[in-house]
């Protein structure tokens, strides 16, 4: 079956410009993980979403990011007025549960110039 | 909350050799353990997982090991092939608390040379 999915797999952007990053999870998870992987270092927890609901957002790095989850399925992660920081790897994952393996999509690269 | 070290930061073995990679982690709470391995420009995919219910896990060349006493675990892989050549990451979480969010140690560079 189809794996996780996100796009765009490569966005670059200016500095102080919005960004939105989607993540399309395994059909049927209804866990969903946002990280971030900046050059060379490991993987940051971002946001967890179980169905459409976010019950801890303290792992957003600030309050330029949000994320949210429609239809217990497709997130977006937002990011605004990016800032050059803010260049990674955003992974999404997803699960069947939080007690299950975490799949992870492909990543989108951010660069913000 | 949780932390996860993770050494060495990178490793050379021979092909044929065993690679081992350690972990440590802080919360007791912790009971699940995942080994994730990622190729260049690729996304990291499981290997093998371990849970807080058994000591050591095998899959044919991979093999984990815990100690929950001592709080660490670690990841052995037998005669290594150039294809074992990636960068593996270790994680802890509570599985089945209310995230199960991963909290990864920063990754192993293993380099398998023929």
């Known amino acids: 079956g189809a794996g996780v999915s996100q796009s765009p797999s490569n966005k670059v952007t200016e500095k102080g410009k919005d960004v939105e990053l989607r993540c399309d999870p395994i059909?049927?998870?209804?866990?969903l993980y946002w990280y971030r992987q900046s050059l060379g270092q490991g993987l940051e927890f971002l946001i967890y979403?179980?169905?459409?609901?976010?019950?801890?957002k303290s792992g957003l790095p600030s309050d330029r990011f949000s994320a949210e989850r429609t239809g217990g399925s497709v997130s977006t992660l937002t990011i605004q007025r990016t800032q050059q920081e803010d260049s990674a790897v955003y992974l999404c994952a997803s699960s069947l549960s939080s007690l299950d393996t975490q799949y992870f999509g492909p990543g989108t690269r951010l660069t913000v110039l | 909350g949780e932390n996860v070290e993770q050494h060495p930061s990178t490793l050379s073995v021979q092909e044929g050799d065993s690679a081992v990679i350690k972990c440590t982690y802080s919360d007791s709470a912790s009971n699940y353990f995942p080994w994730y391995k990622q190729e260049l420009g690729k996304r990291p995919q499981l290997i093998i997982d371990?849970?807080?219910?058994?000591g050591e896990k095998k899959d044919q060349r991979i093999a984990v090991t815990l100690n929950k006493t001592a709080k660490h675990f670690s990841l052995h892989i037998t005669e290594t092939q150039p294809e074992d050549s990636a960068v593996y990451f270790c994680?802890?979480?509570?599985?089945?608390?209310?995230?199960?969010?991963?909290?990864f140690g920063k990754g192993t560079k293993l380099s398998v040379k023929p």
């Open positions: 371990i849970r807080s219910n058994v």
């Open positions: 994680a802890a979480s509570i599985s089945g608390g209310s995230q199960g969010n991963l909290i």
């Open positions: 059909s049927g998870h209804t866990a």
């Open positions: 979403f179980q169905g459409n609901s976010a019950p801890d």
